[in-house]
Structures are given as structure tokens and as C-alpha cells.
């Protein structure tokens, strides 16, 4: 790391964030041409005229290009960051988002995408730091699991990465709510990890939520541009991935239990959302609604408040 941490940090947040910003509007203009058209939908849909998806795009050419100066300054990134099995994972995630934003996919061919895309994050070394099953957790993630272990360790690592990209793809239902909610995580987690001295991950981190909030002025009220699927499914894999770079504790309960504190709001919304459609008898527990956690605050309130809160 031969240039200073604050110059190269600030310079590779400033091409995240000027790349995503720039290349949004380009996406803007030809989104249409593109069939990346959201249309409003009353069951489900809070906006009332078409506007423009597709944003993830910008947001990951933006990521790349503010990682790609990083890595030209510093060198390789830490943890499963340097494995290509990483981001295969997320290059599927935003593929599948992509054609879904274009064409639809059905619920179960996402699903089924998502499992692919967890399995490709296992295999770059990346696990849920649970508690009580083994030192190899304790080891890095270089460690290789015992049997005992990987029988509890990778199902839950799955259904934890699963689990985040279906709740960010959940709560991404206001303008700006999603973008928000990303860039704050991104953030807290890296002020986590630089409590632990993990400046390869900080860095990284703050480079992430750099590109989001260039995409932000384009999707805050009144949005002219969505994120769609191709934001939303690249970016939870990104964070559930980034969680799982390492302990964000000393303690082991703690760092297990700081996970879902951090991104409390999505699962937290994507938990009811479920709960609620078993109940009613949702043939699916994909069934859409509008009695998710930001649409029962915009019935108190505007939707500026609602995406405050």
C-alpha cells in the first residue's frame, strides 16, 4: 500500500461515486430502447407513472471502476474479494437481475439463480461466523471446515445469503429507501471492521457506498430511475458477502448477533412479509402486497417520511 490510506481511499470513493452518477443518466436515456421500464403496478407498486430501471448497471460499472483504482493503487483486496468464484456470484446476480428488470423471471428460477450464487460465495472461502462449531471459524477464512462443522456452517451461510438478497429485493419499494439502507450497512459494517483493524475491508466498504450514493440524487423522491432487480440482487449479494469477510466482533455471540442489528429494517420486513402471507393463504409466500413495513408508514405520513424513518 504504497499510497497514503486517506488520498487513495478518497480518490477511489470519488470515481465510484462520479462513474455512477454519470453513467445513471446514460442509462436513463436508453432504458426504454432496452425494455428497462418499470410500469405501475396498483397490488404491489407505490408510483404512479413509468419510469426507467435498470439502474444496478450504472451502480456496478460505478463499483467496479472505484475497486478497480483501489486494486490499481493497492494491490489485491482481502478475503474472498480477490476470488473470481466472489464475484462470478455477483456477475450472476446482476445478469439475473438485468433480464428480470427486461423480461420477468418467475420465482423460482430466482430462487434457484440465488442458490448458484451462494454456492459460488461459499466456495470463495466466505462463512457465517457461528458460534460453537469448531476453531475453524476463528482461523480466517483460508481455514478448511471439519465435517461436523460444514453440515451446519453451509446451510445456514446459505440461507443467510439467500436471505439477504430476497430482504433488500423486499424493501426496495420507495424512492431512495433501498439505496439508503445499503449504503448505511456498507458503512456500519466497515466502521466495524475498522474497530478490528481490518483496513483492507474498510476501504472496501467505503468504496461500495460510495458508488451507491452517486446513484442516489438520480433515485431519491421523486426518482427518475429505479435500481430494479439488477440493483437490488447484485447489491444484497454484495452485502451478505461483505458480512462474511470476517468476524465484526471479538466476541462470538456478538458477532453473530450484530448481523441481523445491521440490517435489521429488511429482515425485519421480509420476516412479517412472510408470516403475513401464510396466514392469508397466499397460494405463495412470493405473492405480492402493499402491507410491507414502508407502506404502512406512508399511510401515517408522506413517502419522504416514511423513507426517513
Keep these: 500500500m504504497t499510497t497514503p490510506l486517506l488520498l487513495g481511499l478518497s ?19 436508453h432504458a426504454p430502447r432496452l425494455s428497462l421500464v418499470d410500469a405501475p403496478i396498483k397490488s404491489r407498486k407505490i408510483h404512479e407513472d413509468e419510469t426507467p430501471t435498470g439502474g444496478g448497471l ?24 480477490q476470488s473470481l468464484s466472489f464475484w462470478g456470484g455477483a456477475a450472476l446476480m446482476l445478469a439475473t437481475g438485468c433480464w428480470d428488470d427486461a423480461h420477468a423471471i418467475d420465482a423460482k428460477g430466482k430462487f434457484g439463480l440465488q442458490l448458484i450464487a451462494a ?36 446451510p445456514l451461510t446459505v440461507i443467510w445469503v439467500v436471505g439477504i438478497i430476497n430482504a433488500v429485493n423486499l424493501i426496495d419499494g420507495l424512492d431512495g429507501l433501498a439505496t439508503g439502507i445499503l449504503g448505511i450497512a456498507f458503512l456500519a ?3 466495524l ?7 483492507g475491508l474498510v476501504v472496501v466498504g467505503v468504496v461500495m ?37 470476517g468476524p465484526l466482533h471479538s466476541d462470538p455471540w456478538m458477532a453473530l448477533l450484530i448481523l441481523p442489528m445491521l440490517l435489521g429494517v429488511p429482515l425485519l420486513d421480509t ?18 402486497d402493499r402491507r410491507h413495513i414502508h407502506h404502512r408508514l406512508i399511510e401515517r405520513g408522506s413517502e419522504k417520511r416514511a423513507v426517513y424513518i
Design 11 to 29: 480518490g477511489s470513493v470519488i470515481v465510484g461515486f462520479l462513474v455512477t452518477w454519470l453513467l445513471t443518466s446514460a442509462v436513463h436515456d
Design 58 to 81: 450504472a451502480i456496478a460499472v460505478g463499483l467496479a471502476a472505484g475497486l478497480g483504482l483501489l486494486w490499481g493503487l493497492w494491490g489485491p483486496f482481502p478475503g474472498a474479494f
Design 119 to 154: 454456492f459460488l460465495l461459499l466456495h470463495s472461502g466466505a462463512v457465517l461466523p457461528f458460534p460453537g462449531l469448531g476453531e475453524s471459524l476463528t482461523q480466517g477464512l483460508s481455514a478448511t471446515l471439519a465435517f461436523g462443522d460444514a453440515l451446519y456452517i453451509i
Design 189 to 191: 459494517c466497515a466502521a
Design 193 to 199: 471492521f475498522g474497530v478490528k483493524g481490518e483496513m
Design 209 to 245: 457506498a460510495g458508488a451507491l450514493f452517486g446513484f442516489l440524487p438520480h433515485n431519491f423522491k421523486p426518482a427518475s430511475i429505479f435500481m430494479g432487480d439488477s440493483g437490488s440482487l447484485f447489491l444484497g449479494y454484495l452485502l451478505a458477502g461483505y458480512t462474511l469477510q
Design 271 to 288: 420476516g412479517t412479509a412472510i408470516v403475513r402471507r401464510l396466514a392469508s393463504n397466499h397460494s405463495t409466500i412470493f405473492a405480492p
